[in-house]
C-alpha cells in the first residue's frame, strides 16, 4: 500500500482576533526583532498597522518592497535587509507574494551558497528563523505550504523553492486583514483558491483527508466568495474565505496540483 503524508504550519490561529495574538507567538519563539515583510500597498491601505500594533512594543525592520509575482532579486535585497538589520524572526504579511519572500528569505538566510542553489525540491538543508505568516488575501494558501514562487525574468519562468523547512511556524490567519483587499483580487485570489481545492480534490495523490479538507474548502468558497464580492466589508464572507483559502492550501500543499497550475509552467 502507497503512504501519504499529511504536513502544514506548525500552528494554526484563525478568525478575527488571530491577529492580537502575534506578541505572545514572537515570545513563544523567542523573537525579539522581528523583518516584516509586505508591500507599499499593504503598508499604504493601513493593513501593515493591524500587525505593527500587535508586535509588543518590539523593535522591527520593515521591508515593503514586495511586488506582485516576486523576482527572484527581491529574495536576495530582502535577505540583505534581515541580515543586515540584526533580525531573528519572519512575519510575512501580505499575499503569496509577500509570504513566498518571507519564506524564500527563512530558506536563504542561513544559506552559505547562492540562493540559485536552493531552487528544487529539498535542496534547504536546515530549519531557519521562525516565521511567522499573515495572510491578506484568500488566497493562495502559501501559509500553511511548503513551496514558495518566485518569477524569473530573465528565463521569463516562474522557479520554486520546495522544502518542508519552508512550513511556517505559524499562521496567524484573521478576516481583517482582508477588508481592504480591492474586487479584483478578492475574485482572482478566491478563484484561485478555488481551483486549489478542485484540483487537489482531483489529484492523482489525493487521500481521504486531503479530500475531505478540499470538499470543506470548496463548500465554503462556493457560499463565501460571491459575499465577499458583492460586500467588501461583510467579516463574515471574508472569515470564511479566509478559512477557505488556508483549507485549499492544506489540501492542494499535500495532494498537490494540476493542469491548471502546470500552465504556469513553461
Ligand atoms: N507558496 C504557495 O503555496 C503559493 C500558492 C499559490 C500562489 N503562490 C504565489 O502567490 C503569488 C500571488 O499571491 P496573491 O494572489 O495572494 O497576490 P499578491 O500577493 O501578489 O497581491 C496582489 C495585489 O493585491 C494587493 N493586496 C493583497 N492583499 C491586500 C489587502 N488586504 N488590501 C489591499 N491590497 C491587497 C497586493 O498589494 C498586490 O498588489 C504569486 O507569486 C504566486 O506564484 C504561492
Same mark, same amino acid.
Given at each position: 500500500?502507497?503512504?501519504?503524508?499529511?504536513?502544514?504550519?506548525?500552528?494554526?490561529?484563525?478568525?478575527?482576533?488571530?491577529?492580537?495574538?502575534?506578541?505572545?507567538?514572537? *515570545?513563544?519563539?523567542?523573537?525579539?526583532?522581528?523583518?516584516?515583510?509586505?508591500?507599499?500597498?499593504?503598508?499604504?491601505?493601513?493593513?501593515?498597522?493591524?500587525?505593527?500594533?500587535?508586535?509588543?512594543?518590539?523593535?522591527?525592520?520593515?521591508?515593503?518592497?514586495?511586488?506582485?509575482?516576486?523576482?527572484?532579486?527581491?529574495?536576495?535585497?530582502? *535577505?540583505?535587509?534581515?541580515?543586515?538589520?540584526?533580525?531573528?524572526?519572519?512575519?510575512?504579511?501580505?499575499?503569496?507574494?509577500?509570504?513566498?519572500?518571507?519564506?524564500?528569505?527563512?530558506?536563504?538566510?542561513?544559506?552559505?551558497?547562492?540562493?540559485?542553489?536552493?531552487?528544487?525540491?529539498?535542496?534547504?538543508?536546515?530549519?531557519?528563523?521562525?516565521?511567522?505568516?499573515?495572510?491578506?488575501?484568500?488566497?493562495?494558501?502559501?501559509?500553511?505550504?511548503?513551496?514558495?514562487?518566485?518569477?524569473?525574468?530573465?528565463?521569463?519562468?516562474?522557479?520554486?523553492?520546495?522544502?518542508?523547512?519552508?512550513?511556517?511556524?505559524?499562521?496567524?490567519?484573521?478576516?481583517?486583514?482582508?477588508?481592504?483587499?480591492?474586487?479584483?483580487?478578492?475574485?482572482?485570489?478566491?478563484?484561485?483558491?478555488?481551483?486549489?481545492?478542485?484540483?487537489?480534490?482531483?489529484?492523482?495523490?489525493?487521500?481521504?483527508?486531503?479530500?475531505?479538507?478540499?470538499?470543506?474548502?470548496?463548500?465554503?468558497? %462556493?457560499?463565501?466568495?460571491?459575499?465577499?464580492?458583492?460586500?467588501?466589508?461583510?467579516?463574515?464572507?471574508?472569515?470564511?474565505?479566509? *478559512?477557505?483559502?488556508?483549507?485549499?492550501?492544506?489540501?492542494?500543499?499535500?495532494?498537490?496540483?494540476?493542469? %491548471?497550475?502546470?500552465?504556469?509552467?513553461?
Amino acid at each position: 500500500m502507497s503512504i501519504s503524508a499529511f504536513k502544514i504550519a506548525n500552528k494554526l490561529i484563525t478568525g478575527a482576533a488571530a491577529i492580537e495574538q502575534l506578541s505572545a507567538e514572537l *515570545t513563544r519563539l523567542n523573537v525579539q526583532n522581528p523583518l516584516i515583510v509586505t508591500d507599499a500597498i499593504l503598508v499604504q491601505s493601513g493593513t501593515v498597522d493591524l500587525a505593527l500594533a500587535q508586535l509588543g512594543g518590539r523593535r522591527y525592520g520593515l521591508f515593503d518592497q514586495v511586488e506582485p509575482e516576486p523576482e527572484i532579486a527581491i529574495v536576495e535585497a530582502c *535577505t540583505r535587509a534581515y541580515r543586515e538589520g540584526g533580525h531573528d524572526g519572519l512575519i510575512g504579511v501580505g499575499g503569496g507574494s509577500a509570504i513566498d519572500i518571507a519564506k524564500g528569505v527563512a530558506a536563504f538566510a542561513g544559506h552559505e551558497g547562492s540562493l540559485g542553489e536552493l531552487f528544487g525540491v529539498d535542496l534547504v538543508k536546515r530549519k531557519g528563523p521562525p516565521l511567522i505568516a499573515i495572510p491578506t488575501t484568500a488566497g493562495t494558501g502559501s501559509e500553511v505550504t511548503n513551496v514558495a514562487i518566485f518569477s524569473d525574468k530573465q528565463a521569463q519562468i516562474k522557479k520554486g523553492i520546495v522544502s518542508d523547512y519552508l512550513l511556517p511556524d505559524v499562521a496567524l490567519v484573521s478576516p481583517l486583514m482582508t477588508l481592504t483587499c480591492p474586487r479584483s483580487v478578492t475574485a482572482a485570489s478566491g478563484v484561485d483558491a478555488l481551483v486549489h481545492a478542485v484540483e487537489a480534490y482531483l489529484s492523482v495523490n489525493a487521500s481521504p483527508i486531503t479530500d475531505a479538507i478540499a470538499l470543506g474548502a470548496i463548500k465554503l468558497i %462556493v457560499k463565501a466568495l460571491p459575499k465577499a464580492y458583492a460586500n467588501p466589508s461583510s467579516l463574515q464572507a471574508r472569515e470564511d474565505m479566509a *478559512t477557505a483559502s488556508l483549507m485549499a492550501g492544506m489540501a492542494f500543499g499535500n495532494a498537490g496540483v494540476g493542469a %491548471v497550475h502546470a500552465l504556469a509552467y513553461p
